[in-house]
């Protein structure tokens, strides 16, 4: 999907909303656990009952690994059904990747080619050689990790190596790369403050932004200093809409939690 077609979507549906679909199969309603394929059957209803207000869908692969060969053909039939019924979304790997060049080829082919996402989710720190593979791939988006929402992200990312932080010394470097028009980046909403001074290197680059609900971030704070004049936004919510509910109306508590985010969105463009 090209830049272009995401930016439609998100004025056409008034929301840049990512919904996580963070599957444990200990949250999920119990009478799913029946079916022959529980996380599909949950993503599948997710997804029929939402895809109207989101613009991308972020499985994090984790929780679909934890399940071994069943868990990763669950996220197979997930994307498949999301390119099928809603070739419009944006689809998000979450597996923070990133290996010398030729591992890092393969982890490309694996998420854009064999399972046909959109993007995935790179970890910056093996340097230039270990992101360019996934970069070479034409309308795919590496979605490199800037500033994360975690406590963590100040043991590294925000020391001084040694004249500014390390997490800028990623962004500028990261935008001298080939191909770098396909980078995209994580800021978590948890570090909103930092957005008006990220903004000053990548002005205009799409950020993935995780951290709303469950963790605390705000919506209002990240737009008012990472919104660019095409959005240049997709915020990202896992456990607050995925698991409003553990009863039958699971899907429709998500949609709920999902209506209430798009409308603050849709408010934010229009003012
Ligand atoms: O790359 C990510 O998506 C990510 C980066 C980050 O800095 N923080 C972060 O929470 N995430 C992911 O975003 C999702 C957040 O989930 P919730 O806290 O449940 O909304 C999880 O899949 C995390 O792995």
């Known amino acids: 999907m090209t830049t272009k077609q995401l930016i439609a979507q998100i004025h056409q549906k008034k929301s840049f909303l990512c919904i996580g679909l963070d599957v444990d199969l200990n949250k999920i309603p119990e009478h799913l656990l029946q079916e022959e394929d529980p996380i599909f059957a949950f993503?599948?209803?997710?997804?029929?009952?939402?895809?109207h207000l989101a613009v991308a869908y972020k499985p994090n692969t984790a929780f679909y690994e934890a399940y071994g060969l069943k868990g990763w053909r669950s996220l197979a039939r997930t994307i498949e059904y999301l390119n099928t019924n809603h070739p419009e979304i944006f689809t998000i790997a979450d597996a923070k990747r990133g290996d010398i060049g030729n591992t890092s080829?393969?982890?490309?082919?694996?998420?854009?080619?064999?399972?046909?996402f959109d993007s995935v989710t790179?970890?910056?720190?093996?340097g230039k050689d270990s992101v360019e593979p996934f970069l070479a791939f034409e309308d795919k988006h590496t979605i490199l990790l800037a500033l994360t929402s975690n406590q963590g992200a100040f043991d590294f990312q925000t020391k001084k190596v040694p004249e500014r932080e390390l997490y800028k010394?990623?962004?500028?470097?990261?935008?001298?790369?080939?191909?770098?028009e396909n980078l995209m980046y994580v800021v978590g909403a948890t570090k909103a403050e930092f957005l008006q001074e990220i903004r000053q290197i990548i002005p205009q680059s799409f950020l993935l932004v995780p951290g709303v609900g469950a963790q605390g971030g705000s919506l209002s704070e990240v737009c008012k200093y990472g919104m660019t004049k095409d959005v240049g936004l997709l915020i990202n919510s896992s456990r607050g809409i995925i698991y409003a509910s553990k009863g039958k109306?699971?899907?429709?508590?998500?949609?709920?939690?999902?209506?209430?985010?798009?409308?603050a969105m849709a408010a934010i463009l229009e003012d």
Do not use: C, G
């Open 169 to 180: 010394e990623v962004l500028r470097t990261s935008i001298t790369w080939k191909n770098s």
């Open 105 to 116: 080829t393969m982890y490309a082919k694996a998420f854009f080619e064999d399972l046909e």
């Open 122 to 126: 790179v970890a910056p720190y093996m």
């Open 249 to 263: 109306d699971f899907a429709q508590a998500a949609a709920e939690k999902a209506e209430a985010l798009q409308k």
């Open 43 to 51: 993503n599948k209803a997710i997804i029929d009952a939402t895809h």
